[in-house]
Structures are given as C-alpha cells and as structure tokens.
C-alpha cells in the first residue's frame, strides 16, 4: 500500500462545469502523476509533479490544469467539463529513491460528464 | 517517440494452461519496463519488472524477460488460474527525467474453470 487516496471516487457532473479532482499521499514523495484511462488507450499522461508548485505537461494535458500547493496533495481541475473527459482517472507516485522508476497507483475516479 | 504494443485481447484460457501475452515496444537508449494488472473494478498495481537488457522480472509464478534484441517483454505463466482473470498492461519509462509510464492498450485476460 503506497499511501494513496483519491477523492471522489466516483462523480457525475454536467458539461461546462468545474470538476477538481484529489490526490493525496501520506510519504512525501517528489513526483506525483494524473493518468487517463480510456478503452483501447491504456492509460495515458494528463500532466506531472516534480515538485511543490513544479509541474508539466503530458501528451492529453488539453482542458486540464493542475495544482501542488504542497508535497501530500496534486489536485487535477476540468475548468469546463465535456463529455470527451469521461474516463476513469488515476494518480500515481514514483518513490523516491527508487532506482527502476517504478510507479504506485491510486483506486481511481470514475467521473461522468453528461 | 517512445511506444509500447501488446497484443489484443481478449484472451481467453481454460484453467492450467499455459499463458503468452506478447508486449514490444520502442524507446531509445535503455527503458525500464513493467507488467501491471487491472482486476475487475480496482486499481492497477505492479505485477513485475525489468530494468537492463537479459533481466527477468518475477511474480505470483508471472515471468517476463527484456529482450534488448527483438525489444520484446512478454509476460508467461505456466499454470493460470480463475484468480487471474484481469487486465494486465505492458508498459516503460524511458530516458526522459519525468519517468512517465508509458502504456500498451492492455490485454484482457479470461480464465475458465
């Protein structure tokens, strides 16, 4: 267990509305990640944390933004909810120190825009 | 840029059979590459890994081997169980300082008693 939560883990909103998304890990650790999983897609990289107030872009980063006001919490906003952003969302962390990279997942959001 | 292919799903085996799900990929330099599982309704979680060519990555009797050659991690086991009905994704970080995963589109696994 990496220490993960994710909140809600279920949500159902209403397209052009805000959505805020929460991760939060108990260890302190540097990087945290916002994945996307969609049918026939895996899972692919909406934007990262390196850092407090350090983040980046991933390669599906469009109509989202992100915030690391502090090491324990990377939360993901949709300031304009549209029904291609129905997915089932996971936040990841790298250990630090590890030295094969590998990545620990949350359970997951399932958001529906309607 | 970097990119990983699994074969496609689903796949469908009788309890005690024998398990090949292929994954290659391609990356520059020398990528660090993982097998994750996805049961029905939770998470994924780290199933096993490999980090330098010829390494073999082991777990629950899950076997995979990096093949620097023919860029392959396929994932075997010898004996599959009902308990192994899943999701199972192929993946690797590359040489870029994010260490973003990067994934295959998972390959659906059903195990019939």
């Known amino acids: 267990d990496a220490g993960i939560t994710q909140s809600p883990r279920h949500k159902v909103t209403e397209t052009g509305t805000p959505v805020t998304l929460r991760c939060h890990q108990t260890?302190?650790?540097?990087?945290m990640y916002w994945y996307r999983q969609d049918p026939g897609h895996g899972l692919r990289l909406i934007h990262y944390?390196?850092?407090?107030?350090?983040?980046d872009k991933g390669e599906v980063s469009d109509g989202y933004s992100v915030s690391r006001s502090k090491t324990e919490d990377f939360l993901l906003t949709l300031e304009s909810a549209t029904s291609s952003q129905t997915s089932v969302y996971f936040c990841?962390?790298?250990?630090?120190?590890?030295?094969?990279?590998?990545?620990?997942f949350g359970p997951g959001t399932r958001l529906t825009v309607l | 840029g970097d990119s990983v292919t699994q074969m496609e799903g689903p796949v469908t085996l009788s309890e005690e059979a024998f398990l090949t799900i292929n994954c290659t990929y391609t990356a520059t330099g020398y990528p660090s590459l993982f097998w994750y599982v996805q049961y029905p309704g939770e998470g994924l979680q780290l199933l096993l890994k490999a980090t330098k060519a010829d390494d073999k990555g082991s777990n629950k009797g899950f076997e995979a081997t990096y093949r620097k050659e023919t860029t392959s991690f396929h994932l075997e086991k010898g004996s599959v169980q009902v308990s192994d009905s899943a999701v199972y994704f192929c993946?690797?970080?590359?040489?870029?300082?994010?260490?973003?995963?990067?994934f295959g589109s998972g390959t659906r696994l059903l195990v019939r008693p």
């Open positions: 993946a690797l970080i590359g040489m870029d300082s994010s260490y973003k995963l990067i």
């Open positions: 990841a962390i790298r250990p630090t120190g590890t030295s094969s990279n590998e990545q620990f």
């Open positions: 944390s390196y850092g407090v107030k350090d983040t």
């Open positions: 260890e302190n650790h540097r990087y």
